[in-house]
């Protein structure tokens, strides 16, 4: 670009060289044709060379910008390559500490998914990717105390209640006990019309 800009200056200083003279008289040389054809013809000669080097130069400019737009778009898929990356690391973390808080909270609660629900797992993962099981134990404890009703309900022989309102009570109104029986004593109560 900077040889267009001097492309046009230079073809403009022949038509100052042709009008200078006539405009301020005769203070300067009186204008000689001979020597104004050569100033012209020299000018025109740097302008042909320029342009010849910069058709030359413009299909490498090309190569270099395109080469330089490969490039960057190489970069910004590497970028997003990296970054999927980082995401799948960070969520595969996030399932372990989960998974470590689940198996850990199995032993005291009564469903160990409230507990990884309640916890913020990301602080339990130091710099070097390691778990910090004695603070997830400690911070369990604390859950369990603020939220008792989540413990499991404690383990022991259960022994079964009776329910007097089942089996017979030994009042002699017993239900038949096969289906024939229940179905003979419906036919007889239908035909002795409802009684």
């Given at each position: 670009?900077?040889?267009?800009?001097?492309?046009?200056?230079?073809?403009?200083?022949?038509?100052?060289?042709?009008?200078?003279?006539?405009?301020?008289?005769?203070?300067?040389?009186?204008?000689?044709?001979?020597?104004?054809?050569?100033?012209?013809?020299?000018?025109?000669?740097?302008?042909?060379?320029?342009?010849?080097?910069?058709?030359?130069?413009?299909?490498?400019?090309?190569?270099?910008?395109?080469?330089?737009?490969?490039?960057?778009?190489?970069?910004?898929?590497?970028?997003?390559?990296?970054?999927?990356?980082?995401?799948?690391?960070?969520?595969?973390?996030?399932?372990?500490?989960?998974?470590?808080?689940?198996?850990?909270?199995?032993?005291?609660?009564?469903?160990?998914?409230?507990?990884?629900?309640?916890?913020?797992?990301?602080?339990?993962?130091?710099?070097?990717?390691?778990?910090?099981?004695?603070?997830?134990?400690?911070?369990?404890?604390?859950?369990?105390?603020?939220?008792?009703?989540?413990?499991?309900?404690?383990?022991?022989?259960?022994?079964?209640?009776?329910?007097?309102t089942q089996g017979s009570?030994?009042?002699?109104?017993?239900?038949?006990?096969?289906?024939?029986?229940?179905?003979?004593?419906?036919?007889?109560?239908?035909?002795?019309?409802?009684?």
């Amino acid at each position: 670009m900077p040889e267009e800009t001097q492309t046009e200056q230079v073809e403009e200083q022949p038509q100052e060289l042709d009008t200078a003279p006539e405009a301020e008289g005769a203070e300067e040389e009186p204008f000689d044709a001979d020597r104004a054809k050569k100033a012209i013809n020299k000018k025109n000669a740097e302008n042909k060379s320029l342009r010849d080097r910069l058709k030359e130069l413009e299909p490498l400019a090309r190569k270099a910008k395109e080469l330089e737009d490969a490039q960057k778009s190489e970069q910004e898929r590497l970028s997003e390559q990296l970054t999927a990356q980082q995401e799948k690391a960070a969520k595969a973390i996030r399932t372990a500490v989960a998974s470590k808080v689940e198996a850990l909270a199995a032993k005291e609660f009564a469903d160990p998914e409230d507990a990884a629900g309640a916890l913020d797992l990301s602080g339990y993962v130091d710099d070097d990717g390691a778990i910090d099981t004695d603070a997830i134990k400690s911070d369990l404890a604390d859950l369990l105390k603020r939220k008792p009703h989540w413990a499991k309900a404690p383990e022991g022989p259960r022994s079964p209640r009776p329910d007097r309102t089942q089996g017979s009570s030994g009042n002699g109104n017993r239900t038949p006990n096969s289906p024939a029986e229940e179905f003979a004593g419906f036919m007889k109560r239908a035909l002795n019309g409802g009684r």
